[in-house]
């Protein structure tokens, strides 16, 4: 497809698709993920190109498993389990196993990071730098909401990219437990009735669809913008007696019967968190995992589940905590330590949060 160049308002010149990513308007022509990749490291002083690289691997990485994914059931035997259990005493799926090593293969041969986390792996992977390692630092949940498999529920790939903070090769506990607020980037893969690739960086959060016909991610969402309020609430109610009562009361608070404040909100759970999140990102409103009973800590994952998704949702401009501090701000200690979870919509959230400090 040949494209005419057309100068932009600000007399430099860009490339048509590139002027979408900055009306946010969609035009005949079709950026893709590599070309948006491409135009931001342009926007870096001195970029190495290394953070393309990364991106590049990541997103080959996420075609490989959608194809897995989109003909699990057919064929080669990849669906079930594997008859293991991970470090969250999880059983592990077939597939779980198939896009941990993906992403672990393509990513750790990039030769642009020096240590990958995994929920599937006990251990961080740390890059000796005789094995090619870089400044980059990748922390993933491989294939979430992978109990779905087997009834075709959307499942998806979450992960964050940070760097490096030490100097020298080791890679250290400082390097490995950032603040979720030194991510340079973040984003998902979401294995449904299309694949999409929603990233996050400095300059906003865009999604990307896959064009299986030219296997390539197509900009499909220029610029992704939560709404400040939602009308859906998401939340596993089947939990309602383990939860404490502030909790039932924010649950309780957006079932009641009030026109002024559009409730009561209709209730969407599908028990996948990337699609729910990708809805409530889409749509607005609220997706809760609370603490309870059997997880006083909630049951999602600080490292791969809450920093990576409330990077991308407050990047759209919502807000994620953990009902009282900012997933952001929380300085993990451990690997893989879980946290309860409030993210959608800024004054949903803060209805929440509201609600659960007045007890
Ligand atoms: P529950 C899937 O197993 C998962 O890890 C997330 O994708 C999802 O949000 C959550 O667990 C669902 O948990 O307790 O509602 O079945």
């Keep these: 497809m040949r494209y ?3 100068v ?5 010149a860009f490339d048509p698709p590139l002027e979408a990513l900055r009306e946010g308007t969609s035009c005949m022509e079709r950026t893709t993920l590599v070309q948006y990749i491409r135009h931001q490291e342009k926007k870096f002083q001195g970029a190495t190109g290394e953070f393309t690289s990364l991106m590049n691997e ?3 990485a996420a075609k490989i498993v959608s194809c897995q994914v989109n003909k699990a059931g057919i064929g080669e035997d990849i669906l079930g389990l594997t008859g293991r259990t991970n470090v969250q005493g999880e059983e592990v799926q077939k597939l779980d196993e198939y896009a941990n090593s993906t992403f672990i293969k393509l990513v750790g041969q990039s030769g642009t990071v020096c240590a990958i986390t995994s929920e599937e792996c006990k251990e961080p992977l740390k890059i000796p730098c005789n094995h090619g390692s870089g400044k980059y630092i990748f922390k993933m949940d491989p294939l979430d909401g992978s109990s779905n498999i087997d009834v075709n529920v959307s499942i998806g790939t979450i992960f964050s990219i940070f760097r490096k903070k030490t100097q020298g090769a ?3 506990d ?8 030194q991510q340079v980037a973040a984003g998902y893969a979401i294995y449904g009735s299309s694949t999409m690739f929603v990233y996050a960086d400095n300059q906003g959060v865009r999604g990307f669809t896959l064009d299986p016909e030219l296997g390539e991610f197509f900009l499909s969402h220029p610029g992704i913008r939560i ?3 939602g009308s859906t609430y998401s939340v596993n109610e089947g939990h309602y007696s383990k939860w404490e009562e502030r909790q039932k009361r924010i649950v309780n608070h957006f079932k009641e019967e009030d026109d002024k404040t559009g409730r009561p909100y209709g209730l969407r759970y599908i028990g996948s968190l990337v699609s729910d ?3 409530t990102l889409l749509k607005g409103g609220i997706f809760m995992y609370p603490a309870d009973k059997k997880n006083p800590n909630g049951k999602l994952r600080l490292a ?3 920093v990576p998704l409330a990077f991308i949702v407050e990047s759209a401009g919502g807000r994620a905590s953990d009902g009282t501090r900012r997933i952001l701000d929380i300085t993990p200690t451990e690997v893989h330590q879980r946290v309860p979870l409030y993210i959608g919509s800024k004054d949903d959230v803060e209805t929440a949060e509201r609600i659960f400090a007045e007890s």
Excluded at 8 to 12: I, Y
Excluded at 174 to 181: A, K, P, T, V
């Design 4 to 6: 005419n160049r057309r």
């Design 8 to 12: 932009s308002k600000n007399s430099q």
């Design 58 to 60: 990541i997103l080959i």
């Design 170 to 172: 080791d890679v250290t």
């Design 174 to 181: 400082e390097d490995l437990f950032q603040r979720g607020d």
């Design 227 to 229: 709404p400040a309020q």
């Design 277 to 279: 999140v990708h809805r």
């Design 304 to 306: 791969f589940e809450a």
